[in-house]
């Protein structure tokens, strides 16, 4: 004699297999949220550990303990890693399911034509559809809320600094930094020594005072060149007949380097400069130094090299030695 199992007991009153495939989903459900927790645990364990390098994206200018080097890197920073982790995430989830469909739905041994063809499923087109579009507006409305905030010109700055450049080198111009007069630097070309070493005493040095608002116009004596400081991580265009403005609060004393990233001819890879953010005494005694030099007084456009092409007029300053026409 057969002994029968009792039926499954269940207050839908249908089919036991409805009852077993509900079971099958709680216990399914259960063990992804009990799968969930040491996920999560193990993330947050992982960026607690992380380094200042590691949580900005190994990008430059950040230090173990200290603080950014100015008001923007930090926003700059998370924007791209944030940008970073989300595609990686996409990435993830694209390969994923790649490798899922040539497993699973590979052809086996003695299967002949063509697989089943999914077409027309409209929630699969909207979802395909619907997710690149919230990615792409999602990136648009952060880049845009970050780009304002990093191109907001302060009105009335700490600092106001005028930058020319030149092939291959740069001026400095500090607006009416001594007794209301403009004080400058004017740089040269980047002198390479044997073995590709370059004098760093020698280039063109931008002061900066600490904790102080800067606004730095930007212009061109000659043809296009580009404003970079990598641990700024900001780079501006300077084109000749426009001028261009960057504005932040350097917050971390140091000596940070700086070129031209934009391609202007022979000598482009030794347009280099530093920028030294110091404290408020040493950038006055700086300015103070430069007066007593002599380095007073304008040192602007007139020193264009489209300003004096045969036929204009010369540099104020140089007609009364003789040097212009």
Request: aromatic share 10%; hydrophobic share 40%; charged share 20%.
């Given at each position: 004699m057969?002994r029968?199992?009792?039926p499954?007991?269940?207050r839908?009153g249908?089919?036991?297999?409805?009852c077993?495939r509900?079971?099958?989903?709680?216990?399914s459900?259960r063990r992804l949220?009990?799968?969930?927790?040491p996920?999560a645990?193990?993330?947050a364990?992982?960026?607690a550990?992380?380094?200042?390098?590691?949580?900005?994206?190994?990008?430059?200018?950040?230090?173990?303990?200290?603080s950014?080097?100015?008001n923007?890197?930090?926003?700059?920073?998370?924007l791209?890693?944030t940008?970073w982790?989300?595609?990686?995430?996409?990435g993830?989830?694209?390969?994923?399911?790649i490798?899922?469909?040539v497993?699973?739905?590979?052809?086996r041994?003695?299967?002949?034509?063509l697989?089943?063809?999914?077409?027309?499923n409209?929630?699969?087109?909207?979802?395909?559809t619907?997710v690149?579009?919230?990615?792409?507006?999602g990136?648009?409305a952060f880049?845009?809320?970050?780009?304002?905030a990093?191109?907001?010109?302060?009105?009335d700055p700490d600092?106001a600094?005028?930058?020319?450049?030149?092939q291959?080198a740069?001026?400095f111009?500090?607006?009416e930094?001594?007794n209301g007069q403009?004080?400058?630097?004017a740089?040269?070309q980047?002198?390479?020594?044997?073995?590709?070493?370059?004098?760093?005493?020698?280039?063109p040095?931008?002061?900066?005072p600490?904790g102080?608002?800067?606004?730095?116009a930007?212009q061109?004596?000659?043809v296009?060149?580009?404003?970079w400081v990598?641990?700024?991580?900001?780079?501006k265009?300077?084109?000749?007949?426009?001028?261009n403005?960057?504005s932040?609060?350097?917050e971390?004393?140091g000596?940070y380097?700086?070129k031209?990233?934009?391609?202007?001819?022979e000598?482009?890879s030794?347009?280099?400069?530093n920028?030294?953010?110091?404290?408020?005494?040493e950038?006055d005694k700086?300015?103070e130094?430069l007066?007593?030099s002599?380095?007073?007084g304008d040192?602007?456009t007139?020193?264009?090299r489209?300003s004096?092409?045969?036929?204009t007029?010369a540099?104020?300053?140089?007609?009364e030695?003789?040097?212009?026409?």
């Amino acid at each position: 004699m057969v002994r029968r199992s009792p039926p499954i007991p269940t207050r839908l009153g249908g089919d036991p297999q409805v009852c077993i495939r509900k079971v099958s989903e709680v216990r399914s459900t259960r063990r992804l949220r009990w799968a969930a927790i040491p996920v999560a645990a193990t993330l947050a364990i992982v960026l607690a550990g992380c380094t200042q390098a590691e949580l900005h994206g190994y990008l430059p200018g950040f230090v173990e303990g200290e603080s950014p080097v100015t008001n923007h890197t930090d926003r700059i920073a998370g924007l791209w890693v944030t940008a970073w982790l989300v595609l990686l995430a996409v990435g993830v989830i694209t390969w994923g399911l790649i490798i899922w469909a040539v497993i699973v739905y590979r052809r086996r041994k003695g299967q002949t034509g063509l697989p089943v063809q999914l077409r027309y499923n409209m929630p699969i087109e909207i979802f395909y559809t619907i997710v690149p579009l919230i990615l792409v507006l999602g990136f648009f409305a952060f880049t845009a809320r970050d780009q304002n905030a990093i191109e907001t010109q302060y009105e009335d700055p700490d600092v106001a600094i005028e930058v020319f450049a030149k092939q291959w080198a740069w001026d400095f111009v500090y607006d009416e930094a001594v007794n209301g007069q403009d004080v400058w630097t004017a740089g040269v070309q980047a002198d390479e020594k044997p073995g590709g070493v370059i004098d760093q005493d020698a280039l063109p040095t931008l002061y900066l005072p600490v904790g102080k608002t800067v606004k730095i116009a930007l212009q061109s004596r000659d043809v296009i060149h580009s404003f970079w400081v990598i641990d700024f991580l900001y780079k501006k265009d300077m084109i000749p007949g426009k001028t261009n403005y960057m504005s932040f609060t350097p917050e971390r004393e140091g000596t940070y380097a700086g070129k031209c990233a934009e391609l202007c001819g022979e000598y482009h890879s030794l347009m280099l400069f530093n920028v030294k953010v110091v404290s408020q005494a040493e950038y006055d005694k700086h300015l103070e130094d430069l007066a007593e030099s002599g380095n007073i007084g304008d040192y602007g456009t007139e020193y264009d090299r489209n300003s004096n092409l045969p036929g204009t007029k010369a540099p104020a300053g140089l007609e009364e030695h003789g040097d212009g026409e």
